[in-house]
């Protein structure tokens, strides 16, 4: 049995757009009880040298930014792939779940039957995504959002003709032609802000774990294994951590193994859910510290600040532990291509559809 350690980095609640925080990232961290024994005296000395921690727990936010502490994140990492870990992360670009929803309320094809067959793969609705998030300006992206947040049918459909006559002025044919698909989609959208289906609208956190936990479920069934998952129990996500594990274990929503947008399910192999405080967790420290170090460095690289040699050195381990498990990404093809280089071999493939 394992256990999946949880946790986040740069969650903001209901509002995404905090410029200050451009990106959320959700870690889980996979120790079998050989791996966490092993670990368990190092992650202890760690703490007890880096003097400055109070209380004595390892979090990304007490140590970057001093030599002490980036040495202590390092050797964590190295510590970690030293003993075979492996990590799992998703990365969201929080600008993108804008243009993401408008696709997703307008362009859902059980509801809207203009929109062309092409649209159930994910290559497509990327694209089209990612031709509306450098067409149109962010505060009229951001207004969608939170009339789509509110369940206003009225404000979504009047923000989203708005959107949809700007996106006309695109000058390809293809664009147009979604425009026209899109347009159908005003009589009937489809909107994720229902009382009594639980915390999912699709915030950074839900975006995060439902593909993550696929992801993580399926790494598990290949290599045979079963695990829990273990999160703090102080963190404002857990009620969407619990809805998004509900979602995924359904087998309605999963016809023949797949999603009506081509994720796979449900489920299988991620049994309980475990809530620890994180002070008494070194997996859920661990878990801080992947989290905490993934988003660093994406912030970092997206905003062409680069890594310094001595910080690259300390993302190296981390970047390991990530291609032997699995990360996802919710953003931009102009974010992505900017994390190219520091990202590599964790990337999906750019190449546009």
């Not at 802000?193 to 069934?221: C, I, Q, R, S, T």
Request: hydrophobic residues 40%; negative net charge.
């Amino acid at each position: 049995m394992s256990r999946l350690y949880c946790d986040e980095s740069g969650h903001t609640g209901p509002n995404p757009f905090d410029p200050k925080q451009p990106v959320f990232v959700l870690a889980l961290v996979e120790l079998d009880d050989h791996q966490e024994r092993s670990l368990e005296q190092t992650i202890r000395r760690i703490r007890e040298q880096t003097k400055f921690l109070s209380p004595m727990e390892l979090k990304f936010s007490s140590l970057k930014g001093s030599p002490e502490g980036y040495r202590a994140i390092r050797e964590v990492g190295m510590v970690l792939a030293d003993v075979g870990a492996r990590a799992y992360f998703s990365v969201v670009e929080k600008r993108f779940l804008a243009p993401v929803l408008v696709v997703e309320t307008f362009a859902d094809p059980s509801l809207n039957s203009a929109v062309p067959d092409a649209s159930r793969d994910g290559g497509y609705r990327r694209w089209l995504a990612n031709v509306i998030y450098e067409a149109i300006d962010g505060k009229l992206l951001e207004e969608f959002f939170h009339a789509a947040q509110d369940g206003d049918a009225v404000r979504v459909r009047a923000i989203g003709t708005r959107l949809i006559s700007r996106l006309r002025l695109h000058p390809s044919d293809r664009v147009l032609s979604a425009c026209d698909s899109l347009e159908e989609g005003l009589e009937q959208p489809w909107l994720f802000a229902h009382e009594d289906e639980g915390p999912w609208f699709p915030n950074p956190v839900m975006y995060g774990f439902g593909n993550l936990l696929v992801a993580a479920d399926k790494v598990l069934e290949d290599g045979d294994r079963r695990a829990d998952i273990v999160a703090d129990v102080d963190r404002e996500f857990g009620p969407v951590l619990g809805r998004a594990l509900e979602i995924l274990r359904e087998s309605s929503p999963f016809i023949n193994g797949r999603s009506a947008y081509g994720m796979p399910g449900p489920i299988r192999n991620i049994e309980r859910r475990i809530e620890v405080a994180s002070h008494e967790s070194f997996g859920v420290q661990i878990a801080d510290l992947m989290a905490g170090v993934v988003r660093w460095v994406a912030v970092a690289t997206s905003e062409n600040m680069g890594l310094q040699p001595d910080h690259a050195s300390v993302w190296e381990p981390f970047r390991l532990l990530g291609t032997r498990g699995w990360c996802w990404w919710q953003a931009s093809e102009t974010f992505l291509r900017k994390l190219r280089a520091t990202f590599h071999g964790l990337l999906p493939s750019l190449d546009p559809i």
